[in-house]
């Protein structure tokens, strides 16, 4: 308990905050309470995984294990707690309701469902829930940054995560990584996943990003941590070894590979609209269980491998 200074109790606190705001309403919107996660659903997201980075990095520094220095452990807590209070502080003041939703919906888009001028924002009240996950967020942001100033902090070196064994840049890690980015691209960004039609005849085509935000934010976070270990693996500095790595990016990809077929099988519409499924979505899906499959050959072909041992793919 001595390595945690008053810095990472606040953080600590920030966190509480920010996860008790998540079970609350935020706005109330023509009178209808919105829910943190579907009033909110990206920014809740945020604020959830600010909060999972926030506690991580404070048991880091406790445990003196941090693969960063102690101030850059508390500056990795701040930033995250800078970025979440601005999401939500921008939603604040142009909160996301009555936007218009336009022929082609893609991860970008001139309304207020996606980012619009505060005067374009429809009114909505705000809730307690939403300011105390602003208190969350600033308190995460503060506490981060006395902690990197404080002597504990400076004092503390980085720890290698670098596993024994390593492999380096193999066939099936670049699949993995190539897949991990085609399960976003195709399924998230500009593609089209559903084409619907509603009772009017109105015909609208959807990327996942906006119908979807859930599985939206696993697939962008998954992606990016696969890229960043299929990195560090290329740099001969990878966190697991072989048949760990392989077994942890399986794991990731099953999970996205599972909610994407999960939105193939059950869209996310109402019952009275009729809902296509689009080849971005089979694509989306076929790029991720390429991942999984990848991974999988990945951790299985060298499972056995000894350090120092001549790799041969």
């Not at 009178?31 to 880091?60: H, N």
């Not at 991974?295 to 299985?300: P, T, Y």
Request: hydrophobic residues 50%; charged residues 10%; contains cysteine.
């Amino acid at each position: 308990m001595r390595n945690i200074t008053i810095g990472l109790w606040l953080v600590l606190a920030g966190v509480a905050l920010q996860l008790s705001s998540l079970i609350t309403n935020y706005f109330s919107y023509r009178g209808e309470p919105q829910s943190a996660w579907m009033g909110l659903p990206t920014t809740a997201e945020l604020i959830l995984f600010c909060a999972v980075v926030a506690a991580i990095a404070v048991g880091l520094a406790a445990t003196r294990r941090s693969p960063l220095t102690g101030s850059s452990t508390g500056l990795l807590a701040s930033a995250a707690g800078v970025i979440a209070a601005l999401q939500l502080s921008y939603r604040m003041i142009a909160p996301p309701f009555g936007g218009e939703v336009p022929d082609h919906v893609t991860i970008l888009g001139n309304s207020c469902l996606f980012w619009c001028l505060p005067s374009q924002a429809e009114p909505a009240q705000i809730l307690p829930g939403a300011w105390v996950a602003l208190a969350g967020c600033l308190s995460v942001a503060l506490g981060g940054l006395l902690h990197s100033q404080s002597r504990s902090a400076k004092q503390t070196n980085a720890v290698s995560w670098v596993a024994p064994i390593q492999t380096g840049l193999t066939p099936w890690l670049s699949l993995a990584a190539l897949g991990a980015v085609g399960q976003l691209v195709f399924g998230f960004t500009f593609f089209s996943f559903f084409r619907t039609i509603g009772r009017s005849g109105t015909e609208t085509t959807w990327s996942g990003w906006l119908p979807m935000p859930h599985t939206a934010s696993w697939i962008f976070v998954t992606a990016i941590v696969i890229l960043l270990l299929v990195r560090a693996a290329s740099r001969r500095r990878a966190p697991l070894e072989p048949f760990a790595l392989g077994g942890l990016i399986a794991a990731l990809a099953a999970i996205a590979s599972v909610r994407i077929w999960f939105r193939i099988l059950t869209p996310p519409f109402g019952p009275t609209t009729q809902v296509e499924i689009l080849p971005g979505a089979y694509l989306s899906l076929i790029t991720a269980l390429l991942c999984l499959l990848a991974a999988i050959v990945h951790a299985v072909r060298f499972r056995n491998l000894r350090p120092g041992e001549e790799i041969r793919t």
